[in-house]
């Protein structure tokens, strides 16, 4: 070879290289002699679009059944869909008993352990008073005070009885299971005790709003996730925070509401009340390695305001939190300190 073609092929020879560097080099790491790859995957499943990155060397596999087993759980859980535990045990309410797979009998053991926990702000039996308020949906309306008051005596999870075989009964006719407040954070939970069990490197998953991370970044760095800003005339986030193996979950009043004579009617019901929940709260995250926990827990802190929510907080373990009001206040957990970052300046921020 000629030094001309010699020189011409160790430039092909860089080329090839660098293309397949730039191809590629989002998605391979080098970590500790592993081949990580990263799989992305968005999906249309509990009524959010959840998003999930897997970083393992089976990335794409883990993905596919990240996606399945999150579907399996919609397919039990769901309340529009037919043929759901769920839908089964509402059409069954106050007549029969009905067998229920493993998730939904372990799921509605857990929300009944919140409610009694939260004393009921946090009730999985609000079915009727969220089909009454229709909110976010096309009957969404303010109803008269008599129609609340007689949907309100259908709510209460002590009518829930839990029987031997799986099987669960609502003793009453006209009662009604909604798990919205929770389903996520169950299947979060879920999730991350299947990555757990195959030990992948590092995951990340968003159910709208509800975020999960599995141990760090595969740069080994912390992950850092923002806080929405409940004040939608700001926009953006109010604060990010550093974290690992963890979840954090943000209930809000923007979520899903509307609003009629200036007034904001939004998708948190309090059970006491049939109201939705007007506690001076605008926005509550909780931060915790359980999704279930927090999951529940930001719903109900949302209705309990937040003397009593730093009450109930303060008796757990592995709880933080953030309560945004009405008043521009966020009041945060001392525990946070050294992990958040706030990006906003309107905001009075106290820690207790
Ligand atoms: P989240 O976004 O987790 O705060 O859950 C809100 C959803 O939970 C609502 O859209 C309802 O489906 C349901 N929900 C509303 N109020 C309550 C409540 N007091 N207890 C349990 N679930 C509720
Ligand atoms: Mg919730």
């Known amino acids: 070879m000629n030094y001309k073609r010699f020189i011409f092929a160790v430039i092909i020879l860089m080329i090839i290289l660098l293309g397949i560097y730039f191809i590629n080099g989002d998605q391979l790491f080098n970590d500790k002699d592993k081949e990580v790859q990263k799989a992305e995957g968005t999906e249309f499943i509990m009524n959010t679009f959840v998003r999930i990155r897997i970083y393992d060397k089976n990335s794409e596999v883990i993905l596919s059944d990240t996606l399945q087993k999150l579907r399996h759980l919609e397919n039990i859980f769901s309340k529009t869909i037919e043929e759901s535990d769920i839908n089964k045990l509402n059409y069954n309410a106050g007549i029969a008993a009905v067998k229920v797979n493993k998730h939904t009998y372990d799921i509605l053991k857990e929300s009944h352990k919140f409610a009694e926990m939260t004393e009921g702000s946090f009730d999985p039996t609000i079915g009727p008073l969220v089909s009454l308020w229709g909110i976010g949906t096309d009957d969404q309306k303010v109803p008269s005070e008599n129609e609340i008051r007689q949907v309100v005596g259908k709510v209460n999870y002590k009518d829930i009885e839990f029987l031997d075989n799986n099987r669960v009964f609502l003793k009453k006719r006209g009662m009604s299971l909604d798990l919205g407040a929770i389903a996520k954070g169950y299947a979060a939970d879920n999730i991350i005790e299947y990555y757990e069990q195959i030990d992948i490197e590092s995951a990340y998953i968003n159910m709208g709003g509800n975020v999960s991370v599995y141990k760090r970044k595969v740069d080994d760095s912390l992950w850092k996730i923002g806080i929405q800003d409940p004040d939608q005339s700001r926009g953006g986030i109010i ?6 193996d963890t979840s954090v979950v943000t209930s809000g009043n923007y979520e899903r509401y509307f609003l009629k004579d200036g007034v904001r009617y939004h998708h948190i019901i309090d059970p006491e009340t049939g109201y939705p929940a007007k506690n001076g709260i605008i926005s509550s995250t909780v931060i915790s390695h359980d999704s279930s926990y927090a999951d529940a827990l930001s719903t109900s802190f949302y209705i309990l305001g937040v003397e009593k929510s730093f009450d109930l907080v303060e008796k757990l373990k ?24 706030f990006t906003v300046d309107e905001l009075e921020i106290i820690y207790r």
């Not at 945004?324 to 050294?338: F, G, H, R, W």
């Open 239 to 244: 604060a990010v925070l550093n974290i690992e």
């Open 318 to 341: 592995d709880i933080k939190i953030i309560l945004v009001t009405e008043d521009n206040k966020a009041y945060v957990s001392e525990k946070l300190k050294a992990k958040i970052e």
